[in-house]
Structures are given as structure tokens and as C-alpha cells.
């Protein structure tokens, strides 16, 4: 039986972090895990930026709520939920993915929490298992899943690795050179061909 994990920004979704860059103007929140494979780094970098600027969760959560999923993301997501039991398995946070996850259909989705003060304002961050993504497909393999992997970033490649099949979508050049152990796609036709291929299925 087979079981699809994607991640969710950059894969279904716009990167969140980005589009709180250029509302606020700050252009080191530009930088996300397609960037810098130390997770724990970037985001103790993130909440510092948060804290020194004043920028509270309902301000990012406004942001959010502007943002819609990539263009062909929920159709792609209509059809996999059809073709292959999926999970959603992102670095990003119940506080910030809740909207998105709606827009997408509500499919089954693993994320870690924020920690707030009085004020509103995100004072820590709180994994839910460390390096959930990879173990979490470690887990499906010893359940005897086969797993399906879609990711674009450097905290996907764990999980990559542990699936039966491994896929980057959309990834930057970096990441692309330093797994080239992975097919690459760039449009969700593709991407549905590939997993139709690995389902034994016919593409419509």
C-alpha cells in the first residue's frame, strides 16, 4: 500500500516566510530551508528578527491569510488524495499552515507549534518530534508503506532518502546539484505522471 508525503511550501503552497519578507520589507526573512539546512539556526534567526522589529504572530497570520496554494496545487491534491493515501508533512507551524491546509482540502497534515507571550508575540518554537519528516517515513516503511516523497528543499532530502521513491519538485539549483540522486520536476502534470508511474497507474 502506498502513502504520499509532500512537503508544503515551495510543493503546494508559496513560502510562507517570503511573503512575510516583502510585507515587512526585511529581506533576511528571505531566507528559508532551500537555503540553510540547519533548521534550529534559521529559525532562532527568524524569532530574533521577529522579536527586534515587533512583528506578532497575528501580523504573519494576516499575511497568510492573503495567500492562496500554487496554481494547480489543489487539483493536484484532488487527484493524489483519489490515486494514494497522503500525508502532508511540513517544517512549518499548526499557527501558520492551518489556512492553507483548509484552501487544499483539509488533507492530513504533521507540523510543530508556536509558543506566544501576552502580547502576541512568538517567543520559541516547539518540534513535535525532531526530524519529524524523516522519521515520520521511517515509521510508514516499518508499517510495511510503501512512501512516496515530494520535496524541494534541504529539510526534505531526509525524507527523500528514507522513501521508496524519492522526488524534488521545483527545487533550487543547490539542492538540485547535492541530490542528484532524485528526479527532478517543475509542473504538477509531471509530477502526476511520475507518481501515476510508481502507483501503476494511468495518467488521465
Known amino acids: 500500500m502506498f502513502i504520499t508525503c509532500l512537503d508544503m511550501e515551495g510543493v503546494l503552497t508559496p513560502e510562507i516566510w517570503e511573503n512575510v519578507a516583502i510585507s515587512t520589507g526585511i529581506d533576511e ?30 501580523y504573519i497570520q494576516n499575511v497568510i491569510s492573503q495567500m492562496n496554494p500554487l496554481q494547480g496545487a489543489k487539483d493536484f491534491m484532488d487527484w493524489l488524495r483519489e490515486a494514494s493515501q497522503v500525508i502532508i508533512l511540513t517544517g512549518s507551524f499548526i499557527e501558520f499552515a492551518k489556512p492553507l491546509i483548509m484552501k487544499l482540502g483539509n488533507p492530513t497534515v504533521f507540523c510543530h507549534n508556536l509558543l506566544t507571550d501576552k502580547k502576541g508575540m512568538i517567543t520559541d518554537y516547539v518540534l513535535r518530534i525532531r526530524d519529524m519528516k524523516r522519521t515520520t517515513v521511517k515509521l510508514l516503511n516499518e508499517m510495511n508503506f510503501e512512501v512516496i516523497a515530494v520535496g524541494d528543499s534541504y529539510n526534505d532530502t531526509g525524507m527523500l532518502k528514507e522513501a521508496k521513491h524519492g522526488i524534488l519538485f521545483r527545487a533550487p539549483e543547490n539542492v538540485i546539484q ?10 504538477y ?16
Open 178 to 187: 547535492e541530490f542528484s540522486q532524485f528526479p527532478v520536476v517543475t509542473e
Open 189 to 204: 502534470s509531471d509530477l502526476k505522471a511520475l507518481i501515476s508511474r510508481y502507483l501503476d497507474l494511468t495518467s488521465d
Open 29 to 58: 526573512l528571505m531566507l528559508t530551508t532551500r537555503d540553510e539546512p540547519d533548521y534550529d539556526k534559521l529559525m532562532k534567526m527568524r524569532l530574533k528578527i521577529l522579536r527586534e522589529h515587533e512583528i506578532s504572530l497575528k
